[in-house]
C-alpha cells in the first residue's frame, strides 16, 4: 500500500502490509532520470565528429556492457526470492526457464 508519511514523498511498503520494505519512490525516480540521461549523452555523442573514433565507442560500449552484466546479475539473483510463492518448490527450474526464454526472444527479435 501507499503510507503518506510527509507531504514531500511517499514510502511504498510490500503486499503483506508490514513495514519491512519500504521504498523510496522519489529515489527510484531520481535514478530513472539519471539513468536515461545518461543514455540521451551517449547518444548525443554520435553526434559529435571528435567523439566518433572507434576506441572511444567500444570503450563506451565496453562500459554499457558492464553495466547491463551487473544488473543482470542483480536481478537473477533476486528471482528466487520472488518465485517462493508462486513456485516454492521449483525457484531455481523457474528462473532458468524464463531466463532462457528470453535469451530465445532476444535471438528471434534479433532475426527479424
Do not use: C, Q
Not at 528470453?102 to 527479424?112: L, N, P, Q, T, W
Amino acid at each position: 500500500g501507499v503510507s503518506d508519511d510527509d507531504d514531500s514523498s511517499y514510502s511504498f511498503t510490500n503486499s503483506t502490509g508490514d513495514d519491512s520494505e519500504d521504498y523510496d519512490v522519489g529515489f527510484a525516480f531520481t535514478m530513472s532520470f539519471i539513468a536515461a540521461f545518461s543514455t540521451l549523452l551517449g547518444v548525443a555523442a554520435l553526434f559529435w565528429p571528435k567523439l566518433r573514433e572507434p576506441k572511444l565507442l567500444g570503450a563506451g560500449l565496453a562500459v554499457a556492457g558492464g553495466v547491463m552484466i551487473a544488473a543482470y546479475a542483480d536481478m537473477i539473483s533476486s528471482t528466487s526470492y520472488y518465485f517462493r510463492e508462486w513456485a516454492p518448490d521449483h525457484k531455481a527450474f523457474v528462473s532458468a526457464a524464463f531466463f532462457f526464454l528470453g535469451v530465445f526472444f532476444s535471438a528471434g527479435m534479433d532475426a527479424m
